[in-house]
């Protein structure tokens, strides 16, 4: 396809790209206190080609879905002949298999491959898959426990109620990390009954920092049997706690809605969600972890490097691409839309529509590298 029109967003179109996404997309009610959401022209640019045209098939990660639906409403405002399907229901497992199958043209993950994962591509892929990170959030830790608004969890505390050792919030543990007590009454935990890359989050935090009583493996499979309430993605257990009563789950923060969350006591002070704590804990305390295929970015997380200003449960979600595509049109057009996605301006959106933290320029810009390598 010839390229005969193409349009760089300046700041008028900055404003303009955010408005139009803001009422296209579901807002996370849940404000960002981070400057960084304000527009600005400056940072990494992407340009659309506005005379693209043909259909971008993909799907996964739940968390992303906020983001998705906003950046594709912006996206569109530049390229209003692509259009973009994301399958949210899918969650993080589902979106990898379909990837893996060929089904879609690239998937979203809150988990990179894995090793098993990363071989298989290669029969569809040739090179193989690559990681390009897209979206930087929280595991919010979401509860609903009448006349109680405000509740603060050190990390062992968090991994005794979801490894169902503490079972009522009258625990004395609770009353610890609160300094007053709770009324009693029955603790139910929410938790994915999908493969999930919120779950493989979640749970990497709880086997990292808490070993002694998490001692289950980390993975995106929900590991504890027993009273728990299973629900298929994330809207399906903020539902279920929102349902019930004394009720507590994960998900990603930008689908928790007007549930409350917890402050995660963590050296000695509590740290609710924020964006400027999700960013401090990537500058922080995220490492490369290559899968070994040039232009992969996947990252991991050392838990040890937290600090009292750092949310201690980030969640970096991806979009899982080949390095290679059937044809160069369907390799144009997945490059231009994760080109803008990870762009400055595509990143303000995320924080305006999904209340995400926007990935720090370095990455946006190895992501942009990556990107090129694309054929």
């Known amino acids: 396809m010839k390229l005969n029109r193409i349009t760089t967003i300046g700041a008028a179109g900055v404003l303009a790209a955010i408005a139009l996404a803001g009422c296209s ?7 960002t206190e981070s400057s960084s959401a304000a527009p600005t022209s400056t940072g990494v640019t992407s340009k659309v080609d506005a005379s693209l045209t043909g259909t971008i098939t993909s799907g996964g990660s739940s968390a992303q879905a906020n983001a998705q639906a906003a950046w594709t409403a912006a996206y569109n405002a530049q390229a209003k002949g692509v259009t973009i399907n994301y399958d949210k229901s899918q969650g993080s497992g589902g979106g ?11 998937a979203g993950s809150d988990s990179p491959l894995n090793a098993d994962q990363t071989t298989a591509s290669k029969a569809l892929c040739t090179e193989g898959g690559i990681n390009i990170p897209v979206y930087l959030d929280g595991v919010a830790i979401a509860f609903n426990i009448p006349g109680v608004t405000d509740l603060k969890l050190s990390g062992e505390t968090i991994a005794k109620i979801f490894a169902l050792q503490i079972t009522d919030w009258s625990d004395p543990a609770i009353t610890k990390d609160n300094g007053k007590a709770l009324p009693a009454g029955k603790i139910t935990t929410v ?6 890359g919120t779950t493989a989050n979640f749970t990497n935090y709880l086997a990292a920092t808490q070993k002694s009583v998490w001692t289950f493996p980390a993975g995106k499979d929900w590991p504890v049997e027993g009273d728990v309430s299973k629900q298929k993605g994330g809207s399906g257990v903020v539902q279920a706690i929102e349902a019930g009563s004394g009720t507590i789950g994960y998900a990603d923060h930008s689908a928790i809605g007007k549930l409350p969350s917890v402050a995660i006591l963590q050296d000695g002070k509590a740290v609710p969600f924020s964006a400027d704590a999700v960013s401090k804990t990537f500058e922080v305390a995220a490492v490369d972890a290559s899968n070994g295929i040039k232009g992969d970015l996947s990252k991991k ?11 201690p449960i980030p969640l970096v979600s991806y979009a899982i691409a080949c390095t290679t595509f059937k044809t160069p049109e369907q390799a144009k057009l997945v490059k231009s839309y994760i080109g803008f996605i990870d762009s400055t301006l595509g990143q303000q959106v995320a924080v305006k529509n999904a209340g995400a933290a926007p990935l720090p320029e370095s990455v946006l810009k190895a992501a942009q590298e990556s990107l090129a390598t694309i054929k």
């Open 191 to 196: 938790a994915r009954s999908d493969g999930s």
């Open 96 to 106: 990898v298999t379909n990837f893996l199958s060929g089904a879609y043209d690239f």
């Open 25 to 31: 997309s579901t807002p996370s009610s849940t404000s």
């Open 301 to 311: 997380f050392d838990y040890s490097k937290l600090t009292a200003e750092t949310y």
